[in-house]
């Protein structure tokens, strides 16, 4: 008899196998896995780091996932239901930037996260619950399917890009072991030199008058941004 593991087809579409006595199951998998990426990254995941993890065989593992891609697709779809969507409003403005807010909240959570979900369609019952929430707000902006699924995809393009950037700069504080603070005054000397130069007045300009807003708010203005030009291009 085949093993249910290895048989083709998407994970969500076959049964799980029930662990034998002692024997970690796919909950137990998915939650070591998760918690190794989130520490080391997805890099340092495979099939026999978890199987170590638990204390278990790496062919035992392969009874219940069939591979460090199907464990990806598990993965995605366990943090993707850590916060369920809340009832919509009807606002569809309020509605997604709720949307938009929980998938950083999650982003920042999980640094892997982010390649997985522009890497790889995620379709499992969590995933897809936060999408039709997504495409609900959406539908109170547009009755047009199309455009509330463009819509959609241009919010999340634009979290997906804009915790890049956070997550960048906090891999280079961790790189360098400098705090923000130190780093501004290790390269303090440098600035003033490009700022007394006269050669970048406008980046001057932005290092002399212009405010230092935290991620936060640098976020929440780049949201009001894409969602004042939804607002304009659907109609408000």
Known sequence: MADPAQEPGLVWTRDR?????????????VARAVAIADAEGAGALSMRRVAADLGSG?????????GRDE????????????????????????????VARRLRAALLR?????????????????SLRQADAALGA???LT???????????????YVLGAVAGELAEAQAQRRTGLTEDEWRA?????????????????????????????????FEFGLACVLDGLAARLGD
């Open 71 to 98: 464990l990806l697709d598990l993965m995605v779809d366990a943090v993707r239901g850590e916060d369920a969507p809340p009832p919509p409003t009807g606002d569809w403005r309020h509605d997604l930037a709720d």
């Open 138 to 140: 959406a539908a109170a």
């Open 143 to 157: 009755p047009d399917a199309t455009l509330a699924s463009c819509a959609v995809d241009t919010v999340a393009a």
């Open 110 to 126: 999980h640094p892997w996260l982010g390649p997985e979900l522009t890497g790889r369609p995620a379709l499992g019952p969590n």
């Open 58 to 66: 790496t062919a035992s593992l392969y009874r219940y996932v069939a």
């Open 186 to 218: 290790s390269v303090g000397p440098y600035i003033r030199k490009v700022v007394e130069s006269g050669d970048y007045p406008h980046f001057a300009r932005r290092v002399v008058d212009a405010e230092d807003p935290d991620a936060t708010e640098r």
């Open 17 to 29: 196998r029930t662990p034998r006595r002692r024997a970690p199951g796919v909950e137990q998998i």
